[in-house]
Structure formats: structure tokens, C-alpha cells
């Protein structure tokens, strides 16, 4: 998702509550309750604590900033959900995705204060990098999601929907393979007959060579890495001389086969592309949810502490 207009409600929403919450946490940490610059007072009860520690986690105020930031996570991964019932009317996607990613960006204010700018032990420890490699991990993906499109456009003059590619590209593959058959019958009728046929156009023996050799390797490699073919400049260069080699029948096939090439090179890079852009998917999600597991381990503890 591009960042556009449409998210600066969403920006202006968190400053405000971001400048609210830092108010009342350093009204928390200053004698007397009282927030700097404003002459306001935390309530006492906000500040209360039955913990022997006395940490501003363990205080209602920075319970209310653990639980918020809970609420998002929990928010947050109901996006995959929603992402798979889009008949669902609760907002469309694309709102969801707004809040998906300016609620997340509000847990970083809503984490720090309530842990106090300090990890603790071991539990909370693990549990703190586990959010910070969410979190790193989603920046990365809305940078790939705002810049990587443009990327691609530049890149690919033309491309194909991502889920159609291993059709397009089998289809191409059996296309020149059934072709390639068809050049061997004729070339075992043609030595059947004598081998005339062959001797007076050669062709049949330079296209199959050019096939064998050349473009089934390189249409049956999903990274478009073998042979000659795999650069656009030498694909131009082998393609001419076996159009020179053929005569004028064989061209025209010779011309389809060098656009089936060059689609496959595209395609690949395609590929590459879209796994640059969604591979931050592979970290980010599995993380997400071991992330909530973590953190409803972590109320229980708490709450079985503070009881």
C-alpha cells in the first residue's frame, strides 16, 4: 500500500495520542504526578501499585498501555481474515490496511512506556525483540510496498497476473516441445523416404539442434538462467544466426519462439521482483504470531504475579 492523502487523518490520530500517552508517562515519572510544561496531575489511581518492584508496567497506567498495544496486535492480525472474506462488510480492505499499519506504528510509543525504556528479564526480554523484529520487518514491507511498484514498472514493459506465470510459462514449454516432436517425425519420414527431404532443407536438423540445445533447457529453468538465451543481447545474437541457418517457412516459428524466450525472461524477473516485495511476508508473519502467543503468556504471568 502506497502512502498517500488518504493516511494523514490516520498520522494526525497518532501524534495526538502518541503526545498524550508521553504527557501522562512523564507526569508518571515525576514527583507529584505532575506533567511538565502543562501544570496538569496524573490521578493517583492511574499511579497506584500493589507490585513490590513498583515499575510502570506494573501500575495501572502502564497496564493500560500494555493492554492497548495487545488490542492491536490482536486487531492487527485479524488483517489476514479479513484479507480472505472480502465479502464481509466491515470496512474495506484497503481501511483495514490503514489501520493496520498506523495502530502498529502506535505500539511503539504504547510498548516503550509501558516497559519503561527497559527490557527486565529474560521473558520480557524475548518478548520485546520479538515485537521489534515485527515491527522492523513491516517498515521494510512498507517501503517495498510504496517504492517497489514503481520499480517494476520500469522494469517490466509488460508482466502477467503472478498466480498465471507457471501456466504461461508450461504452456510455452509444450508449445515448442510439441513442436519439437513434429520436427522429429518429419525428419524420421524424410529418412524413411531416403532422407531427401532433409538434404534438401536442412532446416529441420538446425531447428531441432537449436531446440535441444538451446530453448527447452532454458524454458524448463524457472530462473531463466540457462543457456545463451538467458541474456536479451546473446538471445538476439544465437535467434539471428538460426534465422540465417533456416529457411523462409521455418522464420515465423523462429520469430514465436524468440517472443516465448523473451517472455520467459520477463516472467522470471517478475518472479524475482514480487519475492522481493512480499518476501518480508516469510518473516513478518510467523513472527506476528508467535509475537501474540508470547504476549498472552506474558499477561498470564503478570497477572498471576500481581495476585
Given at each position: 500500500m502506497r502512502l498517500d492523502r488518504s493516511h494523514r487523518p490516520w498520522a494526525i490520530g497518532v501524534v495526538l495520542v502518541t503526545v498524550?500517552?508521553?504527557?501522562?508517562?512523564?507526569?508518571?515519572?515525576?514527583?507529584?504526578?505532575?506533567?511538565?510544561?502543562?501544570?496538569?496531575?496524573?490521578?493517583?489511581?492511574?499511579l497506584d501499585t500493589v507490585s513490590?518492584?513498583?515499575t510502570i508496567g506494573a501500575k495501572p497506567l502502564g497496564l493500560i498501555f500494555g493492554t492497548v498495544a495487545f488490542l492491536i496486535f490482536l486487531f492487527a492480525s485479524a488483517l489476514g481474515v479479513r484479507k480472505k472474506k472480502r465479502l464481509w462488510r466491515i470496512g474495506n480492505v484497503q481501511s483495514w490496511l490503514r489501520a493496520h499499519i498506523w495502530l502498529t506504528i502506535l505500539t511503539v510509543p504504547l510498548v516503550l512506556f509501558h516497559c519503561g525504556f527497559k527490557l527486565g528479564g529474560m521473558h520480557t526480554?524475548?518478548?520485546?525483540?520479538?515485537?521489534?523484529?515485527?515491527?522492523?520487518s513491516g517498515f521494510w514491507g512498507i517501503a517495498m510496498q510504496h517504492f517497489f511498484p514503481g520499480v517494476m514498472?520500469?522494469?517490466?514493459?509488460?508482466?502477467?497476473?503472478?498466480?498465471?506465470?507457471?501456466?504461461?510459462?508450461?504452456?510455452?514449454?509444450?508449445?515448442?516441445?510439441?513442436?519439437?516432436?513434429?520436427?522429429?517425425?518429419?525428419?524420421?519420414?524424410?529418412?524413411?523416404?531416403?532422407?531427401?527431404?532433409?538434404?534438401?532443407?536442412?532446416a529441420v536438423r538446425v531447428m531441432l539442434d537449436f531446440l535441444s540445445d538451446e530453448v527447452l533447457p532454458f524454458l524448463s529453468s524457472r530462473s531463466a538462467r540457462r543457456t545463451r538465451l538467458a541474456d536479451a543481447r546473446s538471445a538476439d545474437d544465437v535467434i539471428r544466426l538460426v534465422r540465417l541457418n533456416v529457411s523462409e517457412p521455418f522464420?515465423?516459428?523462429?520469430?514465436?519462439?524468440?517472443?516465448?524466450?523473451?517472455?520467459?525472461?520477463?516472467?522470471?524477473?517478475?518472479?524475482?521482483?514480487?519475492?522481493?516485495?512480499?518476501?518480508?511476508?516469510?518473516?513478518?508473519?510467523?513472527?506476528?504470531?508467535?509475537?501474540?502467543?508470547?504476549?498472552?503468556?506474558?499477561i498470564f504471568i503478570t497477572f498471576s504475579y500481581l495476585h
Open positions: 498524550i500517552c508521553a504527557a501522562l508517562y512523564l507526569g508518571s515519572q515525576s514527583p507529584g504526578g505532575r506533567i511538565p510544561l502543562l501544570g496538569l496531575t496524573v490521578p493517583g489511581w492511574l513490590p518492584r513498583n526480554s524475548i518478548l520485546f525483540w520479538l515485537w521489534a523484529i515485527v515491527m522492523v514498472k520500469d522494469r517490466l514493459p509488460r508482466e502477467w497476473v503472478y498466480e498465471q506465470i507457471p501456466n504461461v510459462r508450461e504452456a510455452n514449454f509444450e508449445s515448442v516441445l510439441d513442436y519439437k516432436k513434429d520436427l522429429e517425425a518429419r525428419l524420421k519420414t524424410a529418412g524413411g523416404a531416403g532422407g531427401t527431404a532433409v538434404a534438401a532443407d536442412p522464420r515465423p516459428k523462429v520469430d514465436e519462439i524468440k517472443q516465448w524466450c523473451a517472455d520467459h525472461r520477463l516472467m522470471a524477473q517478475q518472479e524475482r521482483l514480487h519475492h522481493w516485495l512480499h518476501g518480508w511476508l516469510i518473516i513478518h508473519v510467523p513472527v506476528s504470531f508467535i509475537l501474540l502467543v508470547w504476549t498472552i503468556w506474558h
